[in-house]
């Protein structure tokens, strides 16, 4: 079975890679920036299309207000971009805002912010893909019309890529992403030239649309409720900035510092191409709607269910470099795949997290440690498997799934600032230097601040979104806590049960006595080598134990045992209903009633088989007995194996693999003796 399951694995995801190599696989800052921050890059493809749909319930005069609101996002992102700042170089171990809030707020403060952040990277993954399979799918219909299978694909794609480790993916992801930034920028610049330069008329392929509004003349309350609303659907394009703190292991050392710098350029980034996309997309009047069959009317007429709504960046692309041009391709396709590409910060965010979480116990063991590939397999399975079926429930629905968005991440934005705030006020108390308070004393202001911002900011978005869906996002957080908590307690009461105690105790004293059973079930090679083995024991009692399934094989049986001559006695039991595991359990019980104090073990002589499929044909009843015996207190189980032919010839295989040299090798040598021949000085 190993055979089968090696061979496909090693050509999907690649050959094991040794644990000193784990030095190999960290990020230099121009990989580590694709690879940690595609997803606040990449968000500025929807997230200014989020602002302009929002704002177009009250109509196309409510645009003007979007540049106030890209404003106050980049306020925002500048924000959090200094926050986190301070915390890659406070907490460099990569726990980022789990380990902020746990170490400065308490246990519950960090399984909360682990919660919202595990929620959060599964969103990304979900809204990322169905964004980027929508945008496809304006240009190919059979994408459209099996989204979900579509989105499915490209996340086990994604997942694949990621397995072969996050050197590989990163270096895979970085020319798209860098190919998407230096699009945007190149639309910018050269829409910027045409509008200020040469006066040029820019005009959306939406420009001569007009918006019906929802509520028409909204004021007071109302008006400040809608800006609040485009506010926080704005506030997507900030996703992903905590993967940098969750991250800081993955980068090359100086770590801190590279975590650091990669942060700045980032939210540089980001805050350029969501600002220089709102101003372009006003500059040529590009119109959104929530429901463009309807509120989006050409000559008086609504535009009707066959219309497809381009996303804003598509819009002012075809507005500024035109429709069907090179550059229009490039920024389209770029697009496309940098929105799926931006799942790649939750697949690195999310297993390292999970890691820290599993070595704190509040999630598998299975997840701390690392895949052959030097990856966290587990977490970056477990991760496909969250998304797919959030995809699988929502239809790979963007406009349906974004409503779910940003809570997680503003929770954690917020207890992340708190923590560290406490984190500098601890350190404030004893610190002497004069030039290192007011260090602390700065970046406690710039973490007090954030703190306030963000909190501000969760308050908006739980109250504009929660009826949109932001509920379900509450819900899977406190699934989460709870998971988390139980497996906390499990593992605690595990530990507790299992501790070895300071004095003597049942477990350190010797059993009376030891009774072997040797299960038979006819006489062969197998059976002779189990019942020698038991002799060697030297168990104060043995015998053989058979179960009459069919009378003929019994007395066969018995009259063979007996013609042998063996000297050890057999003992059958009848089984009316030709069961085979109860009678066995039932009488091995029965032995630890009668002396308590007494160890049974049961040995089970099985054969061993070379190839996969003969599994399927050996040693069932064997497998089946013992996962019973292993619940039944003061049993031991103990197999005798017996290889078959076809054993020793999978065993001849395995040998002559490893002796197996490349043609040339001998000739050349081993690979480390070459290098250190060849580095010593020819004299």
Same mark, same amino acid.
């Given at each position: 079975?190993?055979?089968?399951?090696?061979?496909?694995?090693?050509?999907?995801?690649?050959?094991?890679?040794?644990?000193?190599?784990?030095?190999?696989?960290?990020?230099?800052?121009?990989?580590?920036?694709?690879?940690?921050?595609?997803?606040?890059?990449?968000?500025?493809?929807?997230?200014? #299309?989020?602002?302009?749909?929002?704002?177009?319930?009250? #109509?196309?005069?409510?645009?003007?207000?979007?540049?106030?609101?890209?404003?106050?996002?980049?306020?925002?992102?500048?924000?959090?971009?200094?926050?986190?700042?301070?915390?890659?170089?406070?907490? +460099?171990?990569? #726990?980022?805002?789990?380990?902020?809030?746990?170490?400065?707020?308490?246990?519950?403060?960090?399984?909360?912010?682990?919660?919202?952040?595990?929620?959060?990277?599964?969103?990304?993954?979900?809204?990322?893909?169905?964004?980027? @399979?929508?945008?496809?799918?304006?240009?190919?219909?059979?994408?459209?019309?099996?989204?979900?299978?579509?989105?499915?694909?490209?996340?086990?794609?994604? &997942?694949?890529?990621?397995?072969?480790?996050?050197?590989?993916?990163?270096?895979?992801?970085?020319?798209?992403?860098?190919?998407? %930034?230096?699009?945007?920028?190149?639309? @910018?610049?050269?829409?910027?030239?045409?509008?200020? %330069?040469?006066?040029?008329?820019?005009?959306?392929?939406?420009?001569?649309? !007009?918006?019906?509004?929802?509520?028409?003349?909204?004021?007071?309350?109302?008006?400040?409720?809608?800006?609040?609303?485009?506010?926080?659907?704005?506030?997507?394009?900030?996703?992903?900035?905590?993967? @940098?703190?969750?991250?800081? +292991?993955?980068?090359?050392?100086?770590?801190?510092?590279?975590?650091?710098?990669?942060?700045?350029?980032?939210?540089?980034?980001?805050?350029?191409?969501?600002?220089?996309?709102?101003?372009?997309?006003?500059?040529?009047?590009?119109?959104?709607?929530?429901?463009?069959?309807?509120d989006l009317i050409h000559n008086g007429v609504p535009l009707g269910a066959d219309y497809v709504q381009n996303p804003v960046i598509s819009?002012?692309?075809?507005?500024?470099?035109?429709?069907?041009?090179?550059?229009?391709?490039?920024?389209?396709?770029?697009?496309?795949?940098?929105?799926?590409?931006?799942?790649?910060?939750?697949?690195?965010?999310?297993?390292?997290?999970?890691?820290?979480?599993?070595?704190?116990?509040?999630? +598998?063991?299975?997840?701390?440690?690392?895949?052959?590939?030097?990856?966290?397999?587990?977490?970056?399975?477990?991760?496909?498997?969250?998304?797919?079926?959030?995809?699988?429930?929502?239809?790979?629905?963007?406009?349906?799934?974004?409503?779910?968005?940003? =809570?997680? !991440?503003?929770?954690?934005?917020?207890?992340?600032?708190?923590?560290?705030?406490?984190?500098?006020?601890?350190?404030?108390?004893?610190?002497?230097?004069?030039?290192?308070?007011?260090?602390?004393?700065?970046?406690?202001?710039?973490?007090?601040?954030?703190?306030?911002?963000?909190?501000?900011?969760?308050?908006? =978005?739980?109250?504009?979104?929660?009826?949109?869906?932001?509920?379900?996002?509450?819900?899977?957080?406190?699934?989460?806590?709870? &998971?988390?908590?139980?497996?906390?307690?499990?593992?605690?009461?595990?530990?507790?049960?299992?501790?070895?105690?300071?004095?003597?105790?049942?477990?350190?004293?010797?059993?009376?006595?030891?009774?072997?059973?040797?299960?038979?079930?006819?006489?062969?090679?197998?059976?002779?080598?189990?019942?020698?083995?038991?002799?060697?024991?030297?168990?104060?009692?043995?015998?053989?134990?058979? =179960?009459?399934?069919?009378?003929?094989?019994?007395?066969?049986?018995?009259?063979?045992?007996?013609?042998?001559?063996?000297?050890?006695?057999?003992?059958?039991?009848?089984?009316?209903?030709?069961?085979?595991?109860?009678?066995?359990?039932?009488?091995?019980?029965?032995?630890?009633?009668?002396? +308590?104090?007494?160890? %049974?073990?049961?040995? @089970?002589?099985?054969?061993?088989?070379?190839?996969?499929?003969?599994?399927?044909?050996?040693?069932?009843?064997?497998?089946?007995?013992?996962?019973?015996?292993?619940?039944?207190? #003061?049993?031991?189980?103990?197999?005798?194996?017996?290889?078959?032919?076809?054993? /020793?010839?999978?065993?001849?295989?395995?040998?002559?693999?490893? /002796?197996?040299?490349?043609?040339?090798?001998?000739?050349?040598?081993?690979?480390?003796?070459?290098?250190?021949?060849?580095?010593?000085?020819?004299?």
């Open positions: 079975m190993s055979k089968l399951t090696d061979v496909p694995k090693r050509i999907l995801i690649g050959r094991a890679l040794r644990s000193d190599r784990l030095g190999e696989t960290l990020l230099p800052k121009r990989i580590a920036l694709p690879v940690f921050a595609s997803d606040p890059l990449s968000s500025v493809a929807y997230a200014p #299309g989020e602002v302009l749909l929002v704002l177009s319930i009250a #109509g196309v005069t409510a645009y003007h207000f979007s540049p106030w609101i890209a404003v106050a996002v980049v306020v925002l992102m500048f924000t959090v971009v200094a926050s986190y700042r301070q915390n890659v170089h406070a907490y +460099p171990s990569g #726990g980022g805002d789990y380990e902020v809030a746990n170490t400065n707020l308490g246990p519950k403060a960090g399984l909360t912010v682990a919660s919202a952040l595990l929620v959060d990277y599964v969103l990304t993954v979900a809204v990322s893909i169905s964004s980027g @399979i929508e945008n496809l799918g304006s240009a190919i219909p059979f994408v459209v019309e099996h989204k979900v299978l579509c989105a499915i694909g490209v996340i086990v794609l994604l &997942t694949l890529m990621n397995l072969r480790g996050v050197k590989e993916s990163g270096s895979l992801f970085a020319i798209p992403t860098y190919i998407f %930034v230096a699009g945007v920028f190149t639309m @910018i610049a050269w829409g910027a030239f045409r509008g200020l %330069v040469l006066d040029d008329t820019m005009r959306a392929p939406t420009a001569d649309y !007009v918006i019906k509004p929802e509520h028409q003349g909204l004021a007071g309350f109302a008006l400040v409720f809608l800006l609040l609303r485009a506010f926080s659907s704005g506030c997507a394009a900030l996703t992903g900035v905590e993967a @940098i703190s969750n991250g800081v +292991p993955a980068f090359r050392k100086p770590k801190s510092k590279n975590a650091a710098t990669t942060l700045a350029a980032m939210g540089l980034l980001a805050v350029t191409m969501f600002c220089g996309i709102i101003a372009l997309a006003a500059a040529t009047d590009v119109r959104m709607a929530e429901n463009p069959a309807k819009q002012v692309a075809e507005a500024v470099f035109g429709k069907g041009s090179f550059l229009f391709i490039i920024l389209a396709a770029a697009t496309a795949l940098v929105l799926f590409l931006a799942a790649n910060t939750a697949y690195n965010g999310f297993p390292l997290l999970g890691s820290i979480l599993a070595q704190d116990r509040y999630l +598998p063991r299975q997840l701390h440690t690392r895949g052959d590939r030097l990856a966290f397999s587990n977490g970056i399975v477990l991760l496909a498997g969250a998304a797919g079926l959030l995809v699988g429930i929502y239809g790979a629905d963007s406009t349906r799934l974004i409503q779910l968005y940003i =809570v997680g !991440v503003f929770v954690s934005f917020t207890l992340s600032q708190t923590g560290m705030v406490r984190h500098w006020n601890r350190h404030l108390a004893t610190e002497r230097d004069q030039a290192k308070r007011r260090h602390m004393i700065r970046s406690r202001a710039i973490n007090a601040f954030g703190a306030f911002f963000t909190g501000l900011v969760l308050v908006v =978005v739980l109250v504009t979104k929660f009826t949109h869906g932001a509920w379900v996002a509450l819900l899977g957080m406190v699934i989460f806590y709870a &998971t988390m908590t139980a497996i906390r307690k499990h593992y605690d009461r595990v530990a507790e049960e299992i501790a070895a105690p300071e004095g003597p105790s049942d477990d350190s004293v010797r059993p009376s006595r030891i009774h072997s059973v040797v299960l038979i079930s006819k006489i062969h090679r197998p059976t002779l080598r189990a019942l020698a083995y038991a002799k060697l024991m030297r168990s104060d009692s043995l015998e053989a134990l058979s =179960v009459n399934v069919d009378p003929e094989e019994t007395k066969a049986l018995r009259a063979e045992w007996e013609r042998r001559g063996i000297d050890v006695p057999l003992k059958v039991l009848d089984s009316p209903y030709r069961e085979i595991t109860r009678p066995i359990i039932e009488y091995v019980k029965g032995l630890r009633k009668e002396s +308590p104090r007494d160890a %049974v073990s049961v040995i @089970i002589p099985e054969y061993v088989v070379g190839h996969w499929y003969e599994h399927l044909l050996h040693n069932q009843s064997a497998l089946r007995l013992k996962g019973r015996l292993l619940f039944t207190p #003061g049993i031991m189980v103990t197999s005798v194996p017996y290889q078959l032919q076809s054993s /020793e010839a999978a065993k001849k295989r395995a040998r002559r693999q490893q /002796e197996w040299n490349a043609p040339g090798s001998v000739r050349r040598g081993p690979a480390q003796v070459r290098s250190k021949e060849s580095s010593e000085p020819k004299g």
